[in-house]
């Protein structure tokens, strides 16, 4: 009886330094089993040692089952089943959901406090450490001395709806024409300009304010530091100055107003200041302290002074940057120029960047062979924050908004760039996943068929490919049968290529949209040859809407062939040996034996078929013209109701 009053206090020992639901099982399940109390303890400490895990960094799926003695299947099926994660046996697992699968299999999470202490005490292991998990999460960190920061540039974002004269607004600050050479006289890039007002630097980041280039507009306001709103005075607040003004509340940037075109009858600024309030935007005229300036891009009024209130709106932020550091700075645009490769327009941000530095931008690396002004013309030796510059010596293309950060050999820069491919496939993989996921769960219901559009996209900067993608991927048609959206199998910048046709090859049906480019003569015979639709566009809405009607089609496909007329079934007969027959009524055009038909029961599809027989009472008949009737046979449908109308295509 003594004996077994010690072993029960040792499994209270036990339990105590035990996850509690974890011990309370497996001391329920020993006390069940076991015969002897040596066993009971000897058992219970066993758990205990089993179920503490250690986990350090991201774990393939293959490594956790080993470290939690479990089979890989039983792990991907529990990631499946209970986390909706779909995962390979070499995919990296994160932190989290490594935790999550432990935990799953009833697992203890184990760490020795004293060894991380430890570990933290040293300086040196510490720095280490963090340099390389930096580099594997793709970036690098260095730190700011506050003495050495010197006041820089202020970086202004020009926003608001389109037409509101947003690129007017800058063509009058730097006296040149830049709407001109715009399609449509739309912004459909972003551009980086510096001025010099009394005697003091000024940048400009001019964004688009079509719908379609939301992106690019939120990327501008997260490289600003104040973000100019320019409001049409005879128009007022519209849905694109709405965004604008969610993008600078996101960026964590102050407004300056722009109330533009005071020049014009029906100006009202008053208006203007009154809706900006139902954002919560109260300017200076009515008590507010967001600064406004009421001004004419056309005929240059009050420029001075907008461009005070700009000033004045950077002193009261005390922008300061280290110009003796490594440079970092943002990726505006970038495109492929004859003669000179990649041309990345960049915005310094931090230190002076200068001929010759290596660094690392988004998914690919390079080393700085010319920075030439914004201007084309001026080549820079150096340049310093807040400066915008184009870059080249580019290894590859980097996306618009990607980070620039100098380093201090090429080895750091292209394990920066392959860490933040990793990066990427990942996300990519994990999307793809989660449209799995989707897919198998959608399978198990009466849902709609899923149909895709496919396209290619090429531009002329990778921002404007990026944001047309981004459009079209929100594309959506559907109806009782399907769902169409839109696939893009490319998006980059540059001129069609044959590579490209050979990609819309693959796939039957895929669009090449040249948005801006040109295609190559190769490209071109490559359409022609493989009838490949090859469609260009300098205005993004002319893009979207061909896409959409190409959707439609492939929402409600038309039999091959023109429209002839239809038929409307008023009765179904069944003839011996031939089946069920449409008595039908020809409501227009004409009808003709051996052409295609689709069958269709309101707006739904049933059917494309063929017409195998017609007949006109009892006689065999080629045609039947509008106001007749008909019987109608086709070859692969029978199950025909009363008001089904069949429509008749003839090639």
Excluded: W
């Excluded at 309370?24 to 040596?38: G, K, N, S, T, W």
């Excluded at 990296?92 to 935790?99: K, R, Y």
């Excluded at 989660?434 to 090429?458: D, I, N, P």
């Excluded at 399907?482 to 490209?500: C, I, M, P, Q, W």
């Amino acid at each position: 009886m003594m004996e077994m009053a010690a072993v029960v206090v040792m499994v209270v020992v036990v339990v105590a330094v035990m996850d509690v639901v974890v011990a309370v099982v497996a001391v329920a399940e020993i006390l069940i089993q076991l015969p002897r109390a040596e066993d009971l303890v000897l058992q219970v400490l066993e758990v205990q040692a089993v179920a503490e895990i250690m986990l350090k960094g991201p774990i393939s799926v293959g490594n956790l089952a080993e470290i939690i003695d479990e089979k890989p299947v039983a792990i991907i099926k529990y990631l499946m089943t209970d986390l909706g994660v779909m995962a390979s046996m070499t995919q990296n697992l994160d932190p989290a959901t490594c935790v999550a699968v432990v935990e799953g299999f009833g697992k203890i999470i184990g760490g020795d406090d004293d060894e991380d202490d430890e570990d933290y005490d040293d300086d040196d292991d510490d720095d280490e450490y963090d340099d390389d998990s930096a580099l594997e999460m793709g970036f690098v960190v260095e730190e700011d001395d506050d003495d050495l920061m010197k006041p820089r540039p202020p970086v202004v974002t020009i926003m608001g709806h389109v037409d509101h004269g947003k690129t007017s607004l800058l063509d009058a600050i730097r006296n040149t024409r830049v709407t001109a050479g715009e399609a449509g006289g739309i912004t459909q890039h972003i551009a980086a300009y510096q001025v010099d007002h009394k005697g003091q630097s000024i940048t400009f980041i001019d964004t688009p304010g079509h719908a379609a280039f939301t992106d690019m507009r939120e990327r501008g306001a997260n490289i600003t530091d104040i973000v100019i709103l320019v409001v049409a005075a005879d128009d007022g607040v519209k849905q694109q100055t709405a965004d604008s003004i969610v993008c600078a509340r996101q960026a964590g940037v102050p407004l300056v107003v722009a109330i533009n075109k005071i020049d014009l009858e029906a100006s009202d600024p008053n208006k203007v200041m009154t809706e900006l309030t139902q954002y919560d935007i109260l300017t200076e005229d009515l008590g507010g302290d967001v600064l406004t300036s009421q001004i004419s891009a056309k005929e240059g009024t009050n420029l001075d002074d907008l461009l005070n209130k700009i000033m004045l709106q950077a002193e009261i932020q005390d922008l300061k940057a280290n110009y003796d550091r490594n440079a970092e700075a943002f990726v505006v645009e970038a495109k492929v120029e004859v003669g000179l490769g990649t041309v990345a327009t960049s915005l310094v941000k931090k230190g002076t960047l200068k001929i010759g530095d290596i660094f690392a931008a988004g998914e690919t690396y390079g080393k700085v062979r010319t920075l030439i002004s914004t201007d084309g013309k001026t080549r820079l030796k150096e340049v310093g924050p807040s400066t915008p510059v184009r870059i080249v010596g580019f290894e590859g293309i980097p996306a618009a908004g990607d980070s620039l950060i100098v380093v201090d050999d090429e080895q750091t820069a292209r394990t920066l760039a392959e860490s933040r491919k990793r990066i990427t496939r990942e996300k990519s993989s994990n999307l793809y996943q989660t449209g799995l996921m989707e897919s198998v769960s959608l399978s198990f219901g009466a849902q709609r068929e899923s149909r895709y559009l496919y396209v290619v996209v090429k531009a002329d900067v990778q921002g404007s490919a990026e944001a047309l993608t981004a459009s079209l991927s929100k594309l959506k048609l559907e109806n009782e049968e399907a769902t169409v959206t839109v696939k893009v199998l490319v998006s980059d910048a540059g001129e069609v290529s044959k590579s490209d046709m050979a990609i819309a090859s693959v796939t039957p049906g895929t669009t090449v949209i040249a948005f801006n480019v040109a295609a190559s003569m190769a490209a071109m015979d490559d359409a022609r040859n493989q009838n490949i639709p090859l469609e260009y566009y300098n205005i993004v809405y002319d893009a979207i809407e061909s896409v959409e009607s190409r959707m439609q089609e492939v929402l409600s496909p038309t039999p091959a062939g023109e429209y002839t007329g239809s038929a409307t079934v008023q009765e179904v007969f069944n003839i011996g040996g031939t089946g069920n027959i449409a008595g039908s009524r020809c409501e227009d055009g004409i009808l003709r034996k051996g052409a295609n038909v689709r069958v269709m029961r309101g707006d739904k599809i049933l059917i494309e078929s063929t017409i195998k027989t017609l007949r006109n009472f009892k006689s065999e008949t080629d045609s039947i013209e509008a106001g007749n009737e008909c019987g109608i046979g086709l070859t692969t449908f029978e199950e025909f109701k009363a008001d089904d109308v069949i429509e008749c295509y003839v090639e």
